[in-house]
């Protein structure tokens, strides 16, 4: 991990607490992922002149100021899945002017967030509380025979060998997209996608609404409702309803840890 070299105000002040506490200097700048340098020159700054403030340098004037700071820091801790576009979206709202992207990452570092996958935590359910949980997934199924994740083993230099090839038709027939749930006290219907791309707002208009939302109110106020990782189950869009409907949800993320 490459290490900054200077420190943002509300860090400088949290080294010179860590300092006074009696933390050595290479431990703060591990903790602050700074260089040791930095935390040497701020220690001697505040015993010379006894305050924290950086000189000002000769480069261009920050666009946002201390209030602006602070605030995308104080959103990212509240809601920590936030984007950093959608907090330079918000941050621009409330300033009044509009604050780019790279500004906002910047602030964040500054302050000591980065963007980290989440740790996970193994936890071990009981039998009783996966029972509460409705599975779903949509399998395709091709109609034409043969599948392209098909492998064989061939020496070097043989791939267009003739036992190496696998003829398939240039037109493809297409294949089925179903839907289904499952729930140790029972299963959703099949439902068949009537072609085209499985988009955010048909998996929320097809299966959320008419076939979700019914099942889950039907299990009880315990049950939760699991999907993997598509692109269209982790949209904005989707994870709105959710929240609109009070439906709390596991991910394959979830069900893995």
Same mark, same amino acid.
């Given at each position: 991990m490459s290490r900054r070299n200077h420190l943002h105000d509300e860090m400088?002040? =949290?080294?010179?607490g860590m300092l006074q506490a009696g933390a050595r200097q290479f431990a703060v700048a591990r903790d602050l992922n700074v260089h040791r340098s930095v935390i040497h020159?701020?220690?001697?700054?505040? @015993?010379? #002149?006894?305050?924290?403030?950086?000189? =000002?340098?000769? &480069?261009?004037?920050?666009?946002?100021?201390?209030? #602006?700071?602070? !605030?995308?820091l104080q959103c990212a801790r509240r809601r920590r899945t936030l984007t950093a576009? @959608?907090?330079?979206? @918000?941050?621009?709202? *409330?300033a009044g002017r509009p604050i780019s992207r790279q500004t906002v990452s910047r602030r964040l570092q500054e302050g000591g967030d980065f963007a980290r996958r989440p740790f996970c935590v193994h936890r071990s359910w009981t039998p009783e509380q996966w029972g509460h949980v409705l599975f779903t997934d949509e399998p395709?199924?091709?109609? @034409?025979? &043969?599948?392209?994740?098909?492998?064989?083993?061939?020496?070097? &230099?043989?791939?267009? &060998?003739?036992?190496?090839?696998?003829?398939?038709?240039? !037109?493809?027939s297409g294949g089925l997209l179903v839907w289904a749930g499952i729930a140790t006290k029972g299963r959703t %219907? /099949?439902?068949?996608?009537?072609?085209?791309?499985?988009?955010?707002?048909? !998996?929320? #208009?097809?299966? /959320?609404?008419?076939?979700?939302?019914? $099942?889950? !109110? *039907?299990?009880?106020? %315990?049950?939760? $409702?699991?999907? %993997?990782?598509?692109?269209?189950?982790?949209?904005? /869009?989707? =994870?709105n309803y959710l929240e609109s409907e009070t439906m709390p949800w596991l991910d394959l993320l979830d069900h893995r840890t």
């Open positions: 400088r002040w =949290r080294a010179l020159r701020l220690w001697n700054h505040y @015993q010379r #002149d006894q305050n924290t403030s950086r000189r =000002r340098g000769s &480069g261009r004037r920050r666009i946002t100021t201390m209030s #602006d700071d602070r !605030y995308p576009r @959608q907090l330079a979206s @918000q941050l621009s709202a *409330a395709r199924f091709n109609i @034409q025979n &043969g599948s392209r994740r098909a492998m064989i083993w061939r020496e070097p &230099g043989t791939r267009y &060998g003739e036992p190496n090839i696998v003829e398939r038709d240039h !037109y493809r %219907d /099949l439902y068949v996608f009537a072609g085209g791309s499985v988009t955010a707002v048909r !998996y929320r #208009d097809e299966i /959320l609404h008419p076939l979700v939302r019914p $099942f889950i !109110y *039907a299990m009880g106020t %315990d049950a939760i $409702f699991m999907d %993997d990782n598509a692109r269209p189950h982790r949209s904005r /869009l989707v =994870r």
